[in-house]
């Protein structure tokens, strides 16, 4: 069989059918057997739009890597966002990319760059094949490291002068994968340490305000179930970091929601005046907790995480328990339960409080303030007209916190954005890549004017190929979290955010085949709604006025201690960061 072939049918085997790429001259040996195979490939209009749906792909799979094909040079470099941006919120995805001839190999051959090393460091592994013999070992490998223990993106360089070279397909047991080809991997996930368990345990039960923090690893684990039933034992409210908001239902009595600098009063409340934290798959990143230094103060943390790099690296906890997420929560409330005999009746008083916080706080928040249609009640009508289930993407940029605000999730891993590298154009590819995944639910992209522009040309490719997803863009004709920084920190020199309203996004879409609406009044935002709800493609144009913020809000660098929560424009006055 050809090298092509190989690698082709390999993917047959296992179950990576959907692809998302565009082709070079590096990778036409390779298109060139396509037909030939069941692989269905997705032609996207730029690499990084590729690299973000198959990041979604993965993501709404969880256990089927969605995979992007990319020519060499500029097409691997175009990819770079894209993994960086699965990297940091560890969505399993797999990049195949073509690479100059291995006799010109590192002479500055026409489109060569040296991709295994500019993408290292922003993926889990990545391969560069120096025998055609290993063709089908590495597609495995990719496999198997993209989705166990913590998911994540990787990368398979080939020579283009391997495509039509004949070899032997063989195929790889996994002791034999795991011995000589990735030695020293285990894809198995470490144990938690039952001493550790007990330990952190005994704080829990000892403690008068503890407050579960979910993070992104939740939701990759499957351990839901087993942090609501904790949740439950300790009758603890929980809070999510950005990244778990998918994996925590909104309307769970004991969720507060998501924490951090644009997170809800009530869970930034609860979570600074928690005397134990139970952090469970997440890094408690700058965006979460502020100041890391003051947000340790008077608090023991119990981290709980499948990656043990992360155990310790920006807080250091009480207790560290490395290990998968499901598994860790269910010994923990069975010792709590069990062991200690421990279980709470009565919800701890800390959730009334932050409860009772977050009231006078929406109170603010809610006032009516700028012109046209609010953020908040545009959202409201969404979430009413979209089923359960359907599947939100979001850009990044204001509208991706308002939607974090007031979009809530009630079906775990429903929800899609970009948490870690905060990538402008991830919303609409997305979206598509959501779609390819599940083709049934409804989708919608919830975007920025700024975010969507970076990767509108994937209209044709929902055009094409009838991957019927809804756009929302929120135009305020600015990039309007940079004109709210700078307004609030930088003496409201406003230098580069001003995108004039262009282009108009009604005509951008008609131009693709699409329609485009420019809705005018909540009624016509509803109907628009409940038409992508029905399945239709359909740009969604909703004019904001640029002069609401994004709030609450907490400055860069403060903790979220409920006095550094801003819940008006005024508040934010002589704040130096």
């Known amino acids: 069989m050809h090298v092509a072939d190989v690698l082709l049918e390999s993917m047959e085997r296992e179950g990576l059918l959907t692809v998302f790429g565009i082709p070079g001259s590096a990778n036409l040996g390779l298109y060139e057997k396509i037909p030939d195979h069941k692989v269905n490939v997705i032609l996207m209009r730029h690499e990084q739009g590729a690299a973000h749906a198959a990041d979604a792909f993965g993501r709404v799979k969880r256990n089927v890597p969605g995979v992007a094909f990319a020519t060499s040079g500029p097409g691997a470099t175009n990819l770079v966002t894209g993994l960086a941006n699965a990297y940091m919120d560890s969505a399993p995805m797999i990049a195949i990319t073509g690479q100059v001839p291995m006799a010109v190999m ?21 391969f560069l094949v120096r025998d055609p013999e290993h063709i089908t070992w590495a597609i495995r490998a990719a496999k198997v490291i993209s989705i166990t223990n913590r998911p994540g993106p990787v990368l398979v360089d080939i020579p283009r002068d391997f495509w039509k070279v004949d070899v ?12 000589e080809w990735i030695p020293g991997y285990d894809p198995n996930p470490p144990k938690p340490s039952p001493d550790l368990i007990m330990k952190a345990a005994k704080i829990v039960v000892q403690a008068e305000n503890p407050v579960i923090l979910a993070g992104g690893g939740v939701w990759w684990s499957g351990a839901t179930p087993e ?93 560290g328990i490395v290990g998968d997420a499901r598994e860790a929560v269910k010994m923990l ?94 919303g609409f590819p997305a979206a598509i890549g959501a779609k390819a995944a599940a083709p049934d639910k409804p989708v919608l992209d919830i975007d920025g004017d700024g975010s969507f522009l970076m990767t509108s040309q994937n209209l044709a490719t929902v055009k094409q190929y009838n991957l019927n997803v809804g756009v929302l863009i929120f135009d305020n004709g600015s990039l309007q979290l940079i004109r709210q920084w700078q307004d ?90």
């Open 227 to 319: 942090v609501l039933k904790l949740a439950e034992v300790l009758m603890a409210p929980i809070v999510t970091t950005l990244m778990g908001k998918n994996a925590i239902p909104a309307d769970h009595p004991l969720y507060l929601g998501h924490a951090g600098m644009h997170g809800r009063p009530e869970a930034n409340y609860a979570l600074y005046n928690a005397d134990v934290v139970i952090a469970i798959g997440t890094r408690f990143s700058d965006r979460t907790v502020g100041n890391f230094e003051e947000f340790k103060k008077g608090k023991k943390i119990i981290h709980i995480d499948i990656d043990k790099s992360e155990v310790g690296k920006n807080i250091e906890p009480d207790v």
């Open 333 to 426: 409330r069975e010792y709590i339960v069990d062991a200690l005999n421990f279980k709470r009746d009565m919800e701890i008083p800390l959730i009334k409080k932050a409860k009772e916080f977050g009231e006078q706080a929406w109170e603010v928040l809610l006032r009516e303030r700028g012109r046209g249609m609010k953020p908040w009640k545009v959202l409201k009508i969404v979430r009413e007209e979209m089923p359960r289930d359907s599947i939100v993407t979001t850009g990044v940029g204001g509208h991706q916190m308002w939607a974090a605000l007031h979009y809530p999730v009630y079906k775990p891993g429903t929800y899609l954005t970009s948490g870690g590298l905060g990538t402008m154009g991830y």
């Open 488 to 577: 609030l920190f930088f003496g409201h020199r406003r230098v580069g955010e001003n995108l004039a309203y262009l282009p108009d996004f009604v005509k951008l879409a008609n131009s693709f085949g699409i329609e485009g609406v420019r809705p005018e009044s909540y009624d016509e935002m509803r109907k628009a709604i409940r038409r992508v709800a029905q399945g239709e493609a359909l740009v969604i144009d909703y004019i904001v006025d640029p002069d609401i913020m994004v709030l609450p809000m907490i400055a860069p660098g403060k903790v979220i201690a409920p006095e550094n929560i801003i819940l008006t424009p005024e508040q934010a006055a002589g704040i130096v960061v």
């Open 168 to 179: 032997d397909f063989y195929w790889p047991s996994d002791e034999e994968l795991l011995r």
């Open 106 to 126: 590192g002479r500055d051959a026409f489109q060569e760059t040296d991709v295994v090393g500019v993408t290292m460091p922003i993926t889990k592994h990545s």
